[in-house]
T-cell receptor
Framework: DTGVSQDPRHKITKRGQNVTFRCDPI?????LYWYRQTLGQGPEFLTY????????KSRLLSDRFSAERPKGSFSTLEIQRTEQGDSAMYLC?????????????FGEGSRLTVL | KNEVEQSPQNLTAQEGEFITINCSYS?????LHWLQQHPGGGIVSLFM???GKKKHGRLIATINIQEKHSSLHITASHPRDSAVYIC???????????FGTGTRLQVTL
């Protein structure tokens, strides 16, 4: 397994367009997290899945944001009607859950620029 | 007051110097992570600590649960250590991490 992968790595879009990011976690991991990071700041939690269930969502995740993990493997994060304030790095991470919970493995991130 | 604070925010060192980055927090935790982020954005987990001390190569991480404080030390620093080092807290349900804003380290020749 090559680790957590994210696609695309970079996305430039015009305000008002929809964008979708994909995350493929480490295959044995049942937990998957999405974080957002703006310049000069630490990552902020967006949402978290245990298998296919979305167990927690941050209030940062407005109605324009939706995340899915339909088969408990890869996940998608969609942003509808993008705004300039959505410009950020979107990071995905995965880990074991339950009694094996612990170290997080991060992807390289998907950088979004909204013009 | 932020739940987790790091110091210093920026650090410049010469190759070979011993480096210490500090992390203080104000909440109960189940574990603390030290992470490394390079300019491209990818984050690598260096340590996960719940007590005591861990060592990996030139990196040493310590935590004092009573004082709510952790330190990351780099011995014999090298330019390739230049990165942002982030302290992150695992709290309560362990469903998410709370991140510090990071310490930007630049190691020069």
């Amino acid at each position: 397994d090559t680790g957590v992968s994210q696609d695309p790595r970079h996305k430039i879009t015009k305000r008002g367009q929809n964008v979708t990011f994909r995350c493929d976690p480490i295959s044995e991991h049942n937990r998957l997290y999405w974080y957002r990071q703006t310049l000069g700041q630490g990552p902020e939690f967006l949402t978290y899945f245990q298998n296919e269930a979305q167990l927690e969502k941050s209030r940062l995740l407005s109605d324009r944001f939706s995340a899915e993990r339909p088969k408990g493997s890869f996940s998608t994060l969609e942003i509808q009607r993008t705004e300039q304030g959505d410009s950020a790095m979107y990071l995905c991470a995965s880990s074991f859950g339950g009694s094996r919970a612990g170290e997080l493995f991060f992807g390289e991130g998907s950088r979004l620029t909204v013009l | 007051k932020n739940e987790v604070e790091q110091s210093p925010q920026n650090l410049t060192a010469q190759e070979g110097e011993f480096i210490t980055i500090n992390c203080s927090y104000s909440v109960g935790i189940s574990a603390l992570h030290w992470l490394q982020q390079h300019p491209g954005g990818g984050i690598v987990s260096l340590f996960m600590l719940s007590s005591g001390k861990k060592k990996h190569g030139r990196l040493i991480a310590t935590i004092n649960i009573q004082e709510k404080h952790s330190s990351l030390h780099i011995t014999a620093s090298h330019p390739r250590d230049s990165a942002v080092y982030i302290c992150a807290l695992h709290t309560g349900t362990a469903s998410k991490l709370t991140f510090g804003t990071g310490t930007r380290l630049q190691v020069t020749l």
